[in-house]
Nanobody, 121 residues
Framework: QVQLVESGGGLVQAGGSLRLSCTASGIRFSITAMAWYRQAPEKQRELVAAISSGDSTNYLDSVKGRFTISRDNAKNTVYLQMNSLKPEDTAVYYC???????????????WGQGTQVTVSS
């Protein structure tokens, strides 16, 4: 059974930092990409940052220069270092692992349970 376990969320003052972690277990397929999404109340889920198997990254414009995504393939873990946090960063953050299933030549997404990040002004 596949599990993605997130940690590192919490309450922080504006300007502070948090580091999110997400570790996957039970994945049998090749992981092609890892990402972090977030969803604020009454808003759609949005992609915050993603990192490919080749370590190329892309970021939501509003977090560029403040957030850094990284991965540890040996540990099946993805991180999100969040600095200079703003109240508008408040949301539930979800990790996402995209895998490639060779037997069906298809991709599939696994999701974490979500971790709350609250930034006070």
């Amino acid at each position: 059974q596949v599990q993605l376990v997130e940690s590192g969320g919490g309450l922080v003052q504006a300007g502070g930092s948090l580091r999110l972690s997400c570790t996957a277990s039970g994945i049998r397929f090749s992981i092609t990409a890892m990402a972090w999404y977030r969803q604020a109340p009454e808003k759609q889920r949005e992609l915050v940052a993603a990192i490919s198997s080749g370590d190329s990254t892309n970021y939501l414009d509003s977090v560029k220069g403040r957030f850094t995504i990284s991965r540890d393939n040996a540990k099946n873990t993805v991180y999100l270092q969040m600095n200079s946090l703003k109240p508008e960063d408040t949301a539930v953050y979800y990790c996402n692992f995209e895998v490639y299933r060779a037997y069906s030549a298809s991709k599939y997404d696994y999701w974490g349970q979500g971790t709350q990040v609250t930034v006070s002004s």
